[in-house]
């Protein structure tokens, strides 16, 4: 029996992604040389021979069995140079692009060809797929056949092509420089040369990876296509009867369409859903953005015609496509469970299923539209699935049933719609590929699972007793206590990682913690890095919060109890100090106390006791107030650092030494007095002393810097004010404060600084205590030991929170000040902003001493670059409290701080993808809210909305300040959810955000 020789081309670079195209992951078990090899099994003798280059060993690793040949000079090889690199022998012989997949009846076919030349053409090319792009189409290798039943036809040539063996000895006596530099002119030399080329058509039988999409298009359809592919296969799910058609067929043909539904649901009620041609499509989907509607009556024509018409028009100017479907299922009434799965993290890839579902008879259309206001969402990691029972055993049949269909499809990043029927039957309702690309994080993807047990690992080891803090157990939090995902992010770059932890989170945060009157805990690190993400060790804080008159004995039973109260409600983990811990002596200390501690066993004289330890620290707190919040030593130092003549790098290094030095105590004792304010006015709400509108009154009414800020850009406008006095003030903040690629306000102060018009709502409010009032929190000041006023008492309130804001601001000029000197620094070096931001404040004190060579910064930065790209794949929750967290865990709903009692319906918009949009006017979300973001105040906003942050958070009392209704700290779940809104309703009062549109 002859043998067909097959010479696979895949020398060159791939298209995208670091990967050689033939080890590009189809799904989790597939590459695409493994679709390659399947098909080749169509041809019965064979010797695959693979032309490679660019990290060929890496194909050997994967595939010993295949024949290989090194391609010489691939670097700066044509196509054509590497084919003439193939070791021809007296027969036959197959040609393709390592980049190419064809069904084995494409293969088949070719191999059985009697031309001299068989050429596999494409030739309805450009509609190939739904809104191929027209960059692929530009890129497209085209061909006319000049005879034959093509002849005429523009087509795209797909690099399979074969030839005879007197073609093959023709083809050994040529070189590459004779005939050009493509396989085409090859082709086009041949014929000249009198062999005879016939054409096949593939079809939609072939897919090349010129798109992140290709091969999902090839393995799927649209909705109704992929439904009925799959319905005969599955044995864990049911896919139900279907009936589709396009918008064509229904205006020429809807009486015979609806006979047709009538006679296949008879007597059933019916969903009649979109399937048009870009709803599913593949550079994005607009899942969601046309109409379904559902209990259609399938007795009734009249009903079926209006809903037919209603789903067309939502197609809006498609609604003529002839590719539009409308897809008829039978409606499912007896649902116990409905969502949507991801089987990838849609951002990176990353190996885990997402699970967004109701578990309380919703309807599926409202997962998909995104304005369910009662669903749930799980992630899981792919590999870890036994972990679901534990988190929630009802999901265990779709996760089965999902993962039939990645193994029918050879394909693991999909969209699946299902339902859950109450007898446990899982429906599953669509299938559509994720249509991202995620090939830029192969190069990391190998590392994911050894980083995650990594960090697994680390959370175990800090279980069990410890030398430097009571308690048996800790648990972490991205939000406690001094906030790291607020104000650096969930996935800060390493210089802000390394600034916040030696400014604050190292040492100074428990030295201000012992100096107040609490526990001293010695030098004990505050957060810990999990997957490149800041967490705080709760136990060293709950530690760090304990009296320090208070005995071991008893600390432990605090510890405990706060533990695990949190525990119980993850969703207070960004609250800690007012709904968790007890942290300062307030009028309603009593009830929380036994209401939190006594069911762990805290009994009533232990109570006493910590209860006369706080009012220590709170009467000495108010009356101490300025022995520890002041700021001159830092201003002086830093004028002096600044005017020196100094090197940038020794600048920034010396500008953050004196900051942790001269300023980060004062600013950590300044919000320390911030927490004790607020809490008291938390407590007097409580108790009904003021009202809430009171406190928002009394918030007003401070000149802080918000307001000062506000004043001095009125003056500006007025020109009673200079610019540059201004940027003097502000210019320092960035939004990031820690970031130096955020651009300071002095680098776009028109942007930042100056009001577009003088419409600044400026609001000057007074408060004053009725006697009433005045005589209430006098006894409660009396209860605590201090002999001052209740208007005194206010006076301390309102100071604190101004000083804490104040602090703040001086605290982040040197900080900003530092980030500009290293950029300065950098660009000295030739290292860009974007790159200086991957070295940690360490590696500057290394180059300063002169122990770090600059010739190793730039591998230092490859290096964290890579580790960067990888933490951004990991997915864990904002409160780890067991290992299994690291690989499934359930977004809970956060308990969101709302500021104001008021309400307001307007637009949505994002800061964090639309920064310069005319915000005047609309309600604004983002994610961080550090003072970087106080910019936001001047474009006359009516409501903010921030993922993270909790009632004393720095955003919070910017709101309350400026009276602007707010949500703080809506977490992950939510905030997902408003970002692909645009209308919403913000319901302070009423504790409610509504999604309009």
């Known amino acids: 029996m002859v043998t067909t020789n097959i010479y696979i081309l895949g020398a060159s670079y791939p298209m995208a992604g670091k990967k050689p195209a033939v080890l590009q992951e189809i799904s989790e078990k597939t590459k695409v040389l493994d679709w390659q090899l399947n098909s080749f099994g169509a041809i019965n003798s064979k010797q695959i021979n693979f032309l490679g280059g660019y990290h060929i060993e890496d194909v050997v690793k994967h595939y010993p069995e295949i024949n290989y040949i090194l391609v010489k000079n691939w670097e700066s090889n044509t196509i054509l140079d590497t084919f003439f690199q193939c070791p021809l022998e007296d027969s036959g012989a197959i040609f393709t692009y390592a980049d190419t997949i064809f069904r084995p009846e494409i293969l088949k076919k070719i191999s059985q060809s009697t031309g001299d030349i068989t050429v596999a053409i494409d030739v309805n090319y450009e509609n190939r797929y739904d809104n191929r792009s027209e960059a692929d189409l530009e890129i497209a290798e085209i061909i006319i056949p000049n005879h034959g039943e093509y002849r005429g036809h523009k087509s795209e040539f797909t690099g399979l092509f074969h030839i005879k063996s007197n073609v093959a000895n023709i083809i050994k006596s040529l070189k ?182 109701q578990d309380n008879e919703g309807s599926i259309e409202a997962i998909t539209s995104g304005t369910s206001q009662d669903d749930r969402t799980i992630v899981l990691h792919n590999k870890e699935v036994a972990q679901l029972k534990k988190v929630e055993s009802k999901l265990e049949p779709i996760r089965k049933a999902i993962d039939e269909l990645k193994g029918l499809l050879s394909f693991d990043k999909l969209d699946v719609e299902f339902a859950i029927d109450k007898k446990g039957l899982v429906h599953i309702l669509q299938v559509r590929p994720i249509t991202v690309d995620h090939r830029e994080y192969d190069d990391v993807a190998n590392l994911f699972e050894d980083k995650l047990e990594e960090s697994a690992a680390l959370f175990t080891s800090f279980q069990g007793s410890s030398a430097f803090v009571l308690g048996e157990t800790t648990s972490f939090s991205n939000m406690s206590d001094w906030n790291p995902a607020e104000i650096i992010g969930i996935h800060p770059n390493p210089l802000a990682f390394s600034l916040y932890r030696f400014l604050i989170t190292d040492d100074v945060w428990a030295k201000q913690r012992s100096e107040f009157g609490y526990r001293d805990i010695g030098a004990h690190p505050l957060i810990v890095s999990f997957c490149g993400q800041p967490y705080v060790d709760l136990r060293a804080s709950f530690n760090s919060f304990i009296p320090a008159t208070i005995d071991d004995q008893l600390a432990k039973k605090l510890i405990t109890a706060y533990l695990g109260n949190l525990s119980s409600s993850p969703e207070y983990h960004d609250k800690i100090e007012f709904d968790i811990a007890i942290t300062s002596w307030t009028p309603t200390f009593r009830r929380n106390a036994e209401e939190k501690l006594m069911p762990w066993g805290v009994n009533s004289k232990e109570i006493d006791k910590l209860e006369e330890a706080l009012k220590l620290i709170t009467s000495n707190a108010i009356v ?46 300044a919000a320390r007095h911030g927490f004790v304010a607020i809490s008291f006015l938390k407590s007097l709400i409580e108790n009904e002393v003021l009202t809430k509108d009171e406190v928002d009154l009394l918030m007003s009414s401070i000149d802080g810097v918000p307001s000062n800020m506000q004043k001095d850009q009125i003056a500006l406008l007025n020109g009673q004010i200079t610019l540059k006095k201004i940027i003097t003030k502000y210019g320092h903040l960035r939004p990031g404060t820690y970031d130096a690629t955020a651009p300071a306000y002095w680098e776009d102060p028109k942007y930042y600084l100056k009001p577009e018009n003088s419409k600044i709502n400026i609001k000057s409010s007074i408060f004053k205590l009725s006697k009433k009032q005045q005589k209430s929190i006098t006894e409660f000041l009396e209860d605590l030991g201090l002999v001052i006023s209740a208007d005194e008492l206010i006076d301390y309130i309102k100071k604190a929170i101004v000083v804490r804001e104040e602090t703040k601001l001086e605290f982040t000029r040197n900080l900003s000040s530092a980030l500009d000197c290293f950029i300065e620094f950098g660009q000295e070096i030739g290292v860009s902003r974007h790159e200086i931001v991957y070295l940690e404040y360490q590696d500057f004190e290394q180059l300063a001493f002169g122990n770090l060579n600059f010739n190793e910064v730039s591998q230092i930065i490859k290096s964290r670059m890579i580790q960067d790209k990888l933490n951004q794949m990991f997915e864990i929750p904002p409160l780890i409290k067991s290992k299994k967290d690291f690989y499934c865990f359930e977004h809970y709903d956060a308990q969101i701080n709302f500021i104001t009692n008021k309400k307001i319906i307007s637009e949505l918009k994002n800061l964090n993808t639309r920064v310069h949009d005319n915000l005047e006017g609309k309600i604004i979300l983002t994610r961080q809210a550090d003072p970087g973001y106080d910019w936001v105040f001047s474009c006359n906003i009516v409501g903010l909305i921030t993922q993270h942050g909790g009632a004393n958070s720095h955003m919070a009392i910017r709101a309350a300040e400026l009276g602007l209704p707010a949500a703080i700290g809506i977490g992950s779940k939510l905030f997902n959810k408003l970002a692909k809104s645009n209308k919403i309703k913000l319901d302070c009062g009423n504790h409610n955000i509504i999604i309009i549109n």
């Open 624 to 669: 101490n107030f300025k022995k520890h919040t002041s700021m001159q030593n830092l201003r002086k130092r830093r004028v002096e650092i600044l005017q020196s003549k100094i090197k940038s790098l020794n600048k920034g290094c010396s500008l953050l030494s004196d900051c942790k030095n001269n300023g980060t105590l004062a600013f950590a004792h």
């Open 176 to 357: 590459s420089n004779i005939v050009g530099h493509n396989l085409l002119d090859l082709l086009s030399y041949l014929e000249g040369r009198g062999f005879h080329i016939d054409f096949i058509d593939v079809g939609s039988n072939w897919a090349e990876l010129n798109e992140p999409q290709d091969i999902a298009r090839f393995i799927l359809g649209n909705k109704a296509q992929t439904l009925s592919r799959l319905a005969p296969m599955v044995k864990k799910s049911k896919i139900g009867k279907q009936i589709s058609f396009t918008v064509e067929e229904w205006v020429s043909n809807s009486d015979v369409i609806i006979l047709q539904i009538q006679q296949i649901f008879s007597g059933k009620q019916l969903i009649i859903r979109s399937s048009a041609s870009q709803e599913d499509g593949w550079s994005s989907s607009l899942a969601g953005q046309y109409t379904s509607i559902l209990n259609v009556d399938s007795g009734s024509i009249e009903s079926i015609i209006k809903v037919v018409k209603k789903v067309i028009s939502s197609y809006r100017e498609n609604k003529n496509n002839s590719d539009d479907q409308i897809l008829v299922q039978e409606f499912l009434n007896d649902i116990n469970i409905s969502g949507v799965v991801f089987t990838c993290q849609l951002e990176t890839g990353a190996p885990y299923h997402t699970f967004n579902f």
